[in-house]
Nanobody
């Protein structure tokens, strides 16, 4: 069974940090780009970051550049998003996703491109 299981969400104070992780089962991440999206209530799903299969190239939304770091550990079949300097406007449900497309990662900012999705985890940034 193909699964992409997500963990790490929670409540943090402004300026705090969280690390989100997704673990794949039923498929291997070696040949998949992995992206992260987020969705706040009543808003469209928003691109956050993407990393290519080898981990050598990354691309971030302007809103998170310098604060978030996307990474992967193919040996553990996991993908991660380190979130630092969190702001209230980062509050959303965060989703990991994977796609086998060979497209340059700058074109992987649309959720419709992705094949597998995590279940979502709530991140709330509030004082």
């Amino acid at each position: 069974q193909v699964q992409f299981v997500e963990s790490g969400g929670g409540l943090v104070q402004p300026g705090g940090s969280l690390r989100l992780s997704c673990t794949a089962s039923g498929f291997t991440l070696d040949y998949y780009a992995t992206g992260w999206f987020r969705q706040a209530p009543g808003k469209e799903r928003e691109f956050v970051a993407v990393v290519n299969p080898s981990g050598g190239s990354t691309y971030y939304a302007n809103s998170v550049k310098g604060r978030f770091t996307i990474s992967r550990d193919n040996a553990k079949n996991t993908a991660s998003l380190q979130m630092d300097s969190l702001r209230p406007e980062d509050t959303a449900v965060y989703y990991c996703a994977a796609v086998a497309s060979p497209s340059p990662i700058v074109f992987l900012t649309t959720h419709r491109r992705y094949d597998y999705w995590g279940q979502g985890t709530q991140v709330t940034v509030s004082s």
